[in-house]
């Protein structure tokens, strides 16, 4: 089986516009979901997201010093588990994308052009020894060379 991510994001309108009819809730593909109610469920799936990656996190080991903490490369069973919690962050991405409107097409466009800019970011050590941004702030708002992927 081949996985097609562009192909899983637009399948997920689908899927996200059945669990909000089942909840009784507007989904992604309602007219009249209004521009803070989408705002909402972006953040909504963000924080299952966040939750999700918490829950795939605990298969990978934190104290590399300890002997024998168990991890996701020990059995099948934490293996199985691992990639399982890592399918459910897919899952919760692919919602985030459906209710901010983003089309598989629209993001293999912009992760393209991401890749080939990160590809040649003279901030990053295997491109050059440029100085990353200094200002954390800056960087949260998007004001940072990082953000200018498009130029």
Not at 70 to 80: A, V, Y
Not at 141 to 150: H, K, L, M, P, Y
Request: contains cysteine.
């Amino acid at each position: 089986m081949t996985f097609d991510y562009a192909e899983f994001i637009d399948k997920g309108y689908a899927s996200q516009q059945k669990y909000a009819k089942a909840a009784g809730q507007p989904g992604p593909l309602d007219p009249d979901l209004s521009r803070e109610d989408r705002h909402a469920k972006v953040i909504e799936y963000m924080g299952h997201l966040i939750e999700e990656t918490i829950e795939a996190r605990v298969y990978v080991p934190r104290r590399s010093w300890k002997n024998s903490e168990p991890s996701f490369l020990d059995n099948d069973k934490n293996r199985d588990e691992f990639i399982a919690e890592m399918f459910d962050i897919l899952l919760f991405h692919r919602a985030v994308l459906a209710y901010a409107g983003v089309t598989g097409s629209e993001f293999t466009e912009i992760a393209e052009k991401k890749m080939n800019y990160n590809s040649k970011r003279k901030d990053h050590n295997v491109n050059g020894d440029e100085l990353a941004s200094q200002d954390p702030a800056q960087e949260l708002q998007g004001n940072c060379s990082s953000a200018n992927f498009n130029g």
